[in-house]
T-cell receptor
Framework: DTEVTQTPKHLVMGMTNKKSLKCEQH?????MYWYKQKAKKPPELMFV???????INESVPSRFSPECPNSSLLNLHLHALQPEDSALYLC???????????????FGPGTRLTVL | AQSVSQHNHHVILSEAASLELGCNYS??????LFWYVQYPGQHLQLLLK??????LVKGIKGFEAEFIKSKFSFNLRKPSVQWSDTAEYFC???????????FGKGTMLLVSP
């Protein structure tokens, strides 16, 4: 299985709602990533988990809260978002070797989030 | 720091024309290089990658790229484009000692039938 799955595909939420995005992979990868992608822009890294521990937080606002409950799952909890947070949220996974030669990232299809 | 520069933001071609999209990176050490494609409304897909070995890399859908270390370049090519190649193309790099990808700003390719 070489797939990264993400649910839901689409999400519309109000600024006072609490919602969660989910990501799952069964490739045995121990590094997982959240990216945010605005239209016609490259993905921007938000968080990196390595061996279920948060290793990189790219100064993301606290209204985004990541969670890695086990080696196959990655969640992104959303609370009190702003309309400018509307974007495509991509999950990716990779092996977590120190030698970056093997750290090819596999991307999921994304969750298209609209904040009203 | 690692960085990527894509030369063209928009490219418009007719079907059957040849394609070359420029990508230059900035990093002094060993690099791994990638080209991703994103079709309208869809997610990122890996077109091809360079890790080591033969600098001419062949990917899916007839695309290829050449790693020229002396020029810090990894240009994407296709001899004859199709309308279905209309998409956004992203070059990305990860340097040794880094754990995260750096993407270029992307090139929007529009192929007219």
């Amino acid at each position: 299985d070489t797939e990264v799955t993400q649910t839901p595909k689409h999400l519309v939420m109000g600024m006072t709602n609490k919602k969660s995005l989910k990501c799952e992979q069964h490739m045995g990868h121990r590094a997982m990533y959240w990216y945010k992608q605005k239209a016609k822009k490259p993905p921007e890294l938000m968080f990196v988990y390595s061996y279920e521990k948060l290793s990189i937080n790219e100064s993301v606002p606290s209204r985004f809260s990541p969670e890695c409950p086990n080696s196959s799952l990655l969640n992104l909890h959303l609370h009190a978002l702003q309309p400018e947070d509307s974007a495509l949220y991509l999950c990716a996974s990779s092996q977590a070797r120190a030698d970056s030669s093997y750290n090819e990232q596999f991307f999921g299809p994304g969750t298209r989030l609209t904040v009203l | 720091a690692q960085s990527v520069s894509q030369h063209n933001h928009h490219v418009i071609l007719s079907e059957a024309a040849s394609l070359e999209l420029g990508c230059n990176y900035s990093y002094g050490g060993t690099v791994n290089l990638f080209w991703y494609v994103q079709y309208p409304g869809q997610h990122l897909q890996l077109l091809l990658k360079y890790f080591s070995g033969d600098p001419l890399v062949k990917g899916i859908k007839g695309f290829e790229a050449e790693f020229i270390k002396s020029k810090f370049s990894f240009n994407l090519r296709k001899p004859s484009v199709q309308w279905s190649d209309t998409a956004e193309y992203f070059c990305a790099v990860i340097g040794s000692g880094y754990s995260t990808l750096t993407f270029g700003k992307g090139t929007m390719l529009l192929v007219s039938p």
